[in-house]
């Protein structure tokens, strides 16, 4: 079992950064592939970011690509989500969540095609965007 705890949303103007946090607890946190996603009011959940069960490998949603940067701290069992120049349409919640096996695929395409790669969910928060 992990359990992860998500911090750092806030509301922020339009060009604002933020950096969110998620921390895991439980065993082998390491082995696990991490993910951002989000949900808007009225809006289907979606994949924001993933990363590998080390830096290196990484995938993101086109709409976040070249603003947000998805790291991680093994040694923390913390997993970030850089967001700069943030937009109106990236007001959400945010949830960070694991993947039990994890490949490579899993990252590239899991995070954008198959959510049910992640089993295991924080409980959320909220980043709004103001213009």
């Known amino acids: 079992q992990l359990q992860l705890v998500e911090s750092g949303g806030g509301s922020v103007q339009a060009g604002g950064s933020l950096r969110l946090s998620c921390t895991g607890s439980?065993?082998?946190?390491?082995?696990?592939?991490m993910g951002w996603f989000r949900q808007a009011p009225g809006k289907e959940r979606e994949g924001v970011a993933a990363?590998?069960?080390?830096?290196?490998?990484?995938g993101y949603a086109d709409s976040v690509k070249g603003r947000f940067t998805i790291s991680r701290d093994n040694a923390k069992n913390t997993l970030y989500l850089q967001m700069n120049s943030l937009e109106p349409g990236d007001t959400a919640m945010y949830y960070c969540?694991?993947?039990?096996?994890?490949?490579?695929?899993?990252?590239?395409?899991?995070?954008?095609?198959?959510?049910?790669?992640?089993?295991?969910w924080g409980q959320g928060t909220q980043v709004t965007v103001s213009s």
């Open positions: 990363i590998y069960t080390t830096d290196g490998v990484t």
């Open positions: 969540a694991a993947a039990p096996r994890c490949t490579v695929s899993t990252v590239v395409y899991g995070i954008l095609y198959r959510p049910y790669d992640y089993s295991y």
């Open positions: 439980g065993a082998s946190y390491d082995s696990y592939c």
